[in-house]
T-cell receptor, first 113, second 117 residues
Framework: QKEVEQDPGPLSVPEGAIVSLNCTYS??????FMWYRQYSRKGPELLMY????GNKEDGRFTAQVDKSSKYISLFIRDSQPSDSATYLC?????????????FGSGTRLSIRP | GAVVSQHPSWVICKSGTSVKIECRSL??????MFWYRQFPKQSLMLMAT?????????EQGVEKDKFLINHASLTLSTLTVTSAHPEDSSFYIC?????????????FGDGTRLSIL
């Protein structure tokens, strides 16, 4: 079993829809949770960074962490064609630079105009 | 701010040659840089952690003699794939963090697509 599981998609939704992206994990030691956006042939870009359980909102993006279920989500409101990309969840047990970050395999998202 | 530049963006070479990839932090000093490999439709896999002025720490299963990492300054780390073979073809991405920032945020370069014929 992988430490981090993420549905690869592809996920296609119409412009303006609410998008829900999810990851599950097995390691209860994970404390820090991240979402990255990666455009084709580019490096990942950090979107959201949360610590422990709860919600965090930043503009059209909301990150949700449920540690009891080992489940994290990213919601995108009012989705735009420019949101079309691969979204990677990532998590880490600690804050130090020695704490390895484990990435999900990514979900390909396509927003139809 | 916090720009990481990776060069080259794409390289094609013959089997058996060595390839060097550069990772530079343009507007900050990076005491730690990370090298990842990403196969198509798969997640980023950490290959090694590079600390300025010391030997890199390699992940299990990564051959340190094949993937040579040098972090000679606070703004430059290099990855050399020695005697590359077709199975080494992949997307190699570096990231860098600023001192005192823990392991986040990691600023990523745009990756190097390596194709070995």
């Amino acid at each position: 079993q992988k430490e981090v599981e993420q549905d690869p998609g592809p996920l296609s939704v119409p412009e303006g829809a609410i998008v829900s992206l999810n990851c599950t994990y097995s390691n209860s030691a994970f404390q820090y949770f991240m979402w990255y956006r990666q455009y084709s042939r580019k490096g990942p870009e950090l979107l959201m960074y949360t610590y422990s359980s709860g919600n965090k909102e930043d503009g059209r993006f909301t990150a949700q962490v449920d540690k009891s279920s080992k489940y994290i989500s990213l919601f995108i409101r009012d989705s735009q064609p420019s949101d079309s990309a691969t979204y990677l969840c990532a998590m880490s047990p600690g804050y130090s630079s020695a704490s390895k970050i484990i990435f999900g395999s990514g979900t390909r998202l396509s927003i139809r105009p | 701010g916090a720009v990481v530049s990776q060069h080259p963006s794409w390289v094609i070479c013959k089997s058996g040659t060595s390839v060097k990839i550069e990772c530079r932090s343009l507007d900050f000093q990076a005491t730690t840089m990370f090298w990842y490999r990403q196969f198509p439709k798969q997640s980023l896999m950490l290959m090694a952690t590079s600390n300025e002025g010391s030997k890199a720490t390699y992940e299990q299963g990564v051959e340190k003699d094949k993937f040579l990492i040098n972090h000679a300054s606070l703004t430059l780390s290099t990855l050399t794939v020695t005697s590359a073979h077709p199975e080494d073809s992949s997307f190699y991405i570096c990231s860098a963090i600023s001192p005192g920032q823990g392991n986040q945020p990691q600023h990523f370069g745009d990756g190097t697509r390596l194709s070995i014929l």
